[in-house]
């Protein structure tokens, strides 16, 4: 789960981490109030999206004047902003960011993730930060620095000398990152992030650190334990259907295909997948109602995936294991008749009473196409979606 760059910054100045002055507004109206409160002679407005690539997309501007305040958020507030990102949907900006400006003598790049090849944290940081950063990683790998976290004793003082001397910072700023880093770590364990990226982190003429931007994710699988953070979630800022797909409780990312899928277990959706590919279609979406499906999940599901309208027909592969056949049967009877379902369905069930369930669905009346193996699903959805 992403967070807006005025959220993530309240978690870093609970965190004790000295960030921009800025508030969050709404309204044009409400910049205004805020660029008053904070006062000084300019201000940054910077649209608030779960993208990068808003200062390209002008999404992030100074301006000099009230007057200014109020005509860029204006702009910019119920609007769509594309970026490099988001392209090519772009996400809607309903809320801005009004903070201060900063005299900034340099911008550098700090971020730290989850490094799923060490199974550790990694630090990441690079001297070249700002709004280049993807092509100086791209064209310069070798000005991209890394530091693996123990996680037993987290980021140790040597690793946040290392990269002070690498990022070639000196006096204050010297102390300021080798103060930051730890505390950025705090952060990113406190509240199980997956990423933490802050770019720019920048040096202030008065050499000082901080951080000038702030993108954070929260591993999904952690927010039973962080509802706090969990009541944060913009589902403004994602598809529709994975919005629904939420709510429900289900697994689903949206793709581009015809072809819906409907999987128990993540495993057998990915190879489902595969097999349409195959065979010459594309699936519109990766859908997993997990191991435990029920009636009510495959309803909820059929809702999801139709409402993409570029859905031709639905394939259903469900492995009874923890739960039987027939009672998944019985549900995408219910399912089809409940949801109203105008595209060919191709089902194909294996696992306990299968034999049953494949019954079922022939006698049940309905277009439903039962189907014996998993190539034989994948055909009939590629033949009927053609």
Same mark, same amino acid.
């Given at each position: 789960?992403?967070?807006?760059?005025?959220?993530?910054?309240?978690?870093?100045?609970?965190?004790?981490?000295?960030?921009?002055?800025?508030?969050?507004?709404?309204? !044009?109206?409400?910049?205004?109030?805020?660029?008053?409160?904070?006062?000084?002679?300019?201000?940054?407005?910077?649209?608030?999206?779960?993208?990068?690539?808003?200062?390209?997309?002008?999404?992030?501007?100074?301006?000099?004047?009230?007057?200014?305040?109020?005509?860029?958020?204006?702009?910019?507030?119920?609007?769509?902003?594309?970026?490099?990102?988001?392209?090519?949907?772009?996400?809607?900006?309903?809320?801005?960011?009004?903070?201060?400006?900063?005299?900034?003598?340099?911008?550098?790049?700090?971020?730290?993730?989850?490094?799923?090849?060490?199974?550790?944290?990694?630090?990441? !940081?690079?001297?070249?930060?700002?709004?280049?950063?993807?092509?100086?990683?791209?064209?310069?790998?070798?000005?991209?620095?890394?530091?693996?976290?123990?996680?037993?004793?987290?980021?140790?003082?040597?690793?946040?000398?290392?990269?002070?001397?690498?990022?070639?910072?000196?006096?204050?700023?010297?102390?300021?990152?080798?103060?930051?880093?730890?505390?950025?770590?705090?952060?990113?364990?406190?509240?199980?992030?997956?990423?933490?990226?802050?770019?720019?982190?920048?040096?202030?003429?008065?050499?000082?650190?901080?951080?000038?931007?702030?993108?954070?994710?929260?591993?999904?699988?952690?927010?039973?334990?962080?509802?706090?953070?969990?009541?944060?979630?913009?589902?403004?800022?994602?598809?529709?259907?994975?919005?629904? !797909?939420?709510?429900?409780?289900?697994?689903?990312?949206?793709?581009?295909?015809?072809?819906?899928?409907?999987?128990?277990?993540?495993?057998?959706?990915?190879?489902?997948?595969?097999?349409?590919?195959?065979?010459?279609?594309?699936?519109?979406?990766?859908?997993?109602?997990?191991?435990?499906?029920?009636?009510?999940?495959?309803?909820?599901?059929?809702?999801?995936?139709?409402?993409?309208?570029?859905?031709?027909?639905?394939?259903?592969?469900?492995?009874?294991?923890?739960?039987?056949?027939?009672?998944?049967?019985?549900?995408?009877?219910?399912?089809?008749?409940?949801?109203?379902?105008?595209?060919?369905?191709?089902?194909?069930?294996?696992?306990?009473?299968?034999?049953?369930?494949?019954?079922?669905?022939?006698?049940?009346?309905?277009?439903?196409?039962?189907?014996?193996?998993?190539?034989? !699903?994948?055909?009939?959805?590629?033949?009927?979606?053609?």
């Amino acid at each position: 789960m992403n967070l807006h760059e005025y959220q993530a910054k309240q978690i870093l100045r609970s965190g004790n981490i000295t960030t921009p002055r800025g508030i969050a507004a709404a309204s !044009a109206d409400d910049a205004v109030k805020a660029a008053t409160e904070l006062g000084g002679e300019a201000w940054v407005v910077k649209a608030q999206i779960h993208a990068g690539g808003r200062g390209k997309a002008g999404g992030v501007k100074v301006v000099k004047q009230l007057e200014a305040v109020h005509a860029l958020a204006s702009q910019l507030l119920g609007s769509v902003l594309v970026t490099n990102q988001n392209a090519p949907d772009g996400q809607p900006v309903n809320q801005v960011l009004v903070e201060e400006t900063l005299p900034i003598a340099r911008e550098l790049y700090l971020s730290l993730l989850v490094d799923r090849e060490s199974e550790r944290v990694a630090i990441v !940081a690079s001297a070249a930060g700002g709004m280049d950063i993807e092509e100086v990683a791209h064209a310069t790998p070798e000005k991209v620095l890394t530091e693996i976290c123990d996680p037993l004793l987290g980021v140790q003082d040597f690793q946040c000398r290392a990269l002070a001397f690498a990022l070639g910072l000196t006096g204050e700023a010297y102390k300021d990152f080798c103060r930051l880093l730890p505390a950025l770590y705090r952060v990113f364990m406190a509240n199980d992030l997956s990423l933490l990226e802050v770019n720019p982190l920048i040096v202030t003429a008065d050499n000082r650190v901080l951080p000038l931007d702030c993108k954070m994710s929260i591993d999904d699988s952690a927010l039973y334990r962080r509802k706090s953070l969990a009541e944060l979630r913009d589902d403004s800022q994602i598809d529709a259907k994975e919005a629904a !797909a939420n709510a429900a409780n289900v697994n689903y990312v949206a793709l581009t295909g015809n072809i819906g899928c409907m999987v128990n277990g993540a495993g057998l959706a990915m190879a489902t997948m595969d097999l349409i590919q195959l065979e010459g279609g594309t699936p519109a979406n990766f859908l997993d109602v997990g191991g435990g499906a029920t009636p009510e999940t495959v309803a909820q599901g059929f809702k999801i995936i139709l409402l993409d309208p570029n859905v031709r027909a639905v394939l259903i592969n469900i492995f009874g294991g923890i739960v039987r056949c027939d009672v998944i049967a019985e549900g995408i009877i219910q399912a089809v008749k409940e949801v109203g379902v105008k595209v060919p369905v191709i089902v194909r069930l294996e696992g306990t009473n299968a034999e049953i369930g494949r019954k079922l669905l022939a006698e049940s009346g309905l277009a439903i196409l039962a189907a014996e193996s998993l190539t034989q !699903a994948a055909k009939l959805a590629v033949d009927e979606a053609a």
